[in-house]
C-alpha cells in the first residue's frame, strides 16, 4: 500500500461534519428577516449548506444561499457565532451566522424567494425570536444580536447556548 492510499484510508476514516451558513438580516426597529421552507415544518435564517466540495468558505456559502434564496446579493458582514449542534440521527453541525445588516424598505422590496425552496418571509422581533426558531437555531439568534449590541466579539456556542 502506498502513502496515498494510507492518507486516503485516513481521510475516508474520519468523522463526517455537516457545514452550514446562513444571515442574520434586519431592519430599522431591529427585527429579524426569517424565511418559511417548503420542504419543512417552521422558519429559517436565509442560509443553507456549504458547498465544500466545490471549496466554498463559510462566509461565500452564506452569500450564496442568500442570494439564491432571497435575491439579494451583498457583501456580508462579520461573523457574529458559531455553533456546533449536536445531530439526532445525523453528524453534527458547525454553523456560522454572519451579519447581514440593516436593510431599508428598498431592499426588502427587492426580496425575490426561490419558489423551489421557499413559501414565504416576514420580520420577527426579537422577543419572538424562539416561537418561530426553537432549539439551537433560536439561541444562535439571540446570541448574535447580543453580539451586535456589545458592538464586537463573536459568540461560540454549542447548541446554541454560549460555550465560554
Given at each position: 500500500m502506498t502513502s496515498t492510499q494510507d492518507f486516503a484510508t485516513y481521510i475516508a476514516g474520519l468523522p463526517r461534519i455537516l457545514a452550514g451558513a446562513a444571515a442574520l438580516f434586519r431592519?430599522?426597529?431591529?427585527?429579524?428577516?426569517?424565511?418559511?421552507?417548503?420542504?419543512?415544518?417552521?422558519?429559517?435564517?436565509?442560509?443553507?449548506?456549504?458547498?465544500?466540495?466545490?471549496?466554498?468558505?463559510p462566509r461565500q456559502g452564506a452569500r450564496r444561499e442568500t442570494a439564491e434564496e432571497i435575491g439579494l446579493d451583498r457583501e456580508l458582514g462579520r461573523l457574529l457565532a458559531v455553533d456546533w449542534v449536536h445531530g439526532a440521527g445525523r453528524p453534527p453541525l458547525v454553523a456560522y451566522l454572519y451579519d447581514g445588516g440593516v436593510l431599508a424598505d428598498s431592499d426588502f422590496a427587492a426580496i425575490r424567494l426561490q419558489e423551489e425552496e421557499l413559501l414565504s418571509w416576514r420580520l420577527v422581533p426579537?422577543?419572538?425570536i424562539t416561537a418561530h426558531l426553537p432549539g439551537a437555531l433560536g439561541g444562535r439568534v439571540l446570541a448574535a444580536l447580543d453580539v451586535l449590541a456589545e458592538g464586537s466579539g463573536t459568540a461560540e456556542l454549542e447548541n446554541g447556548h454560549r460555550a465560554a
Open positions: 431592519d430599522a426597529e431591529g427585527r429579524v428577516l426569517l424565511v418559511e421552507p417548503n420542504y419543512r415544518e417552521g422558519w429559517a435564517l436565509p442560509g443553507g449548506t456549504i458547498e465544500s466540495d466545490d471549496g466554498e468558505t426579537r422577543e419572538e
